[in-house]
């Protein structure tokens, strides 16, 4: 049962609320520009590396299987996934840091996303999503340092599914990005910290099998079968610190490359470029992004953070590279 939507519609004679929240999202315009978005390796050489969509899909299906395991919401888990990551940047975190950088107020991809579905899919009328999806997907991020950092206050996303997501968010990651490395000569298999190899597994799918076994063994009383004064989303002490030093890992090995800095250093300069040259009156914005007569600055950000990788790069050839000003 859901608290409701913002504004209150007639129910549905075949599907759930959160059925129908997952089915606007998988219609929607922001979703399908995830397949052309970086997840790690901006334009990389090859195709099959993970991309926004990929990953976005990847952590649904981790998210169904322990949602479905602990007895919890597989609708409700699905949807959020699906649309935690539609306001993400062009060019992952790269361009998240680029707009936080110039924004007034800041950038946040969780919050651009919960900003897609309430106000800029729909023709400016949003998605009209449930209370719970839209807390989950506003809740869904983690510091870089704990892997099941248990939110409180404003960062709590209101359901056990919520916690869910915001677990196989990580759990995903953290395997498709180790792959991609390792496919893109960045690291090698013996790099892998042996620690993290003897907990965790020697392949992905061992590392996720292990992962989910231990997260839903742990989380059992999500499940409602035993009494639990408070039930949460845990890890055993052993799997949570293989899974940390795994993500850490990749933080000193793979995001903070040299190689892969280099790459979002040229991207951050295309994004905060596009940005400066939206905020001038002259260039037209798409007539949608004027729609809530909100300041310009909020519309250029609103405009760049849908921007697919090859629209981008492609825009800024064409209009800054072409003579206009930046």
């Not at 990551?85 to 950088?101: K, Q, R, V």
């Not at 916690?163 to 090698?188: E, F, M, P, V, W």
């Not at 039930?231 to 793979?254: D, G, K, T, W």
Request: proline fraction near 5%.
């Amino acid at each position: 049962m859901s608290r409701g939507r913002e504004r209150a519609e007639a129910p549905s004679p075949l599907r759930t609320d959160f059925q129908r929240d997952r089915d606007r999202i998988l219609h929607s315009m922001a979703f399908r520009r995830l397949k052309h978005k970086t997840q790690v390796f901006i334009a990389p050489q090859g195709d099959h590396f993970v991309t926004r969509l990929t990953h976005t899909l990847e952590v649904s299906q981790i998210a169904r299987t322990m949602a479905r395991a602990l007895n919890l919401n597989e609708d409700l888990a699905e949807a959020i996934s699906l649309g935690h990551d539609l306001g993400h940047t062009p060019f992952g975190h790269a361009g998240e840091e680029a707009l936080a950088a110039v924004v007034p107020g800041g950038f946040r991809h969780a919050e651009q996303s919960l900003r897609v579905v309430d106000c800029l899919e729909g023709d400016g009328a949003g998605l009209n999503l449930t209370w719970e999806v839209r807390q989950g997907i506003l809740h869904h991020s983690k510091s870089r340092y704990d892997i099941l950092e248990e939110g409180v206050g404003r960062d709590d996303p209101g359901t056990l599914e919520g916690q869910l997501c915001r677990l196989a968010d990580s759990i995903a990651y953290i395997n498709h990005d180790l792959a991609d490395a390792l496919r893109a000569g960045l690291i090698t298999e013996r790099d892998v910290p042996q620690a993290v190899v003897a907990v965790l597994g020697s392949t992905s799918s061992r590392r996720i099998n292990t992962l989910v076994t231990d997260m839903v063994e742990q989380s059992w009383g999500c499940a409602g079968l035993e009494p639990a004064a408070s039930p949460r989303v845990a890890m055993s002490a052993p799997i949570h610190e293989a899974a940390n030093a795994l993500r850490e890992f990749l933080f000193q090995r793979v995001y903070e490359s040299p190689s892969i800095l280099q790459e979002s250093r040229r991207a951050q300069e295309v994004v905060q470029a596009l940005y400066r040259h939206f905020l001038n009156p002259e260039p037209p914005l798409p007539p949608e992004y004027g729609r809530r007569g909100e300041p310009r600055a909020r519309q250029a950000a609103d405009y760049i953070a849908g921007m697919t990788d090859n629209f981008a790069q492609r825009l800024f050839q064409e209009r800054l590279r072409g003579g206009w000003v930046v």
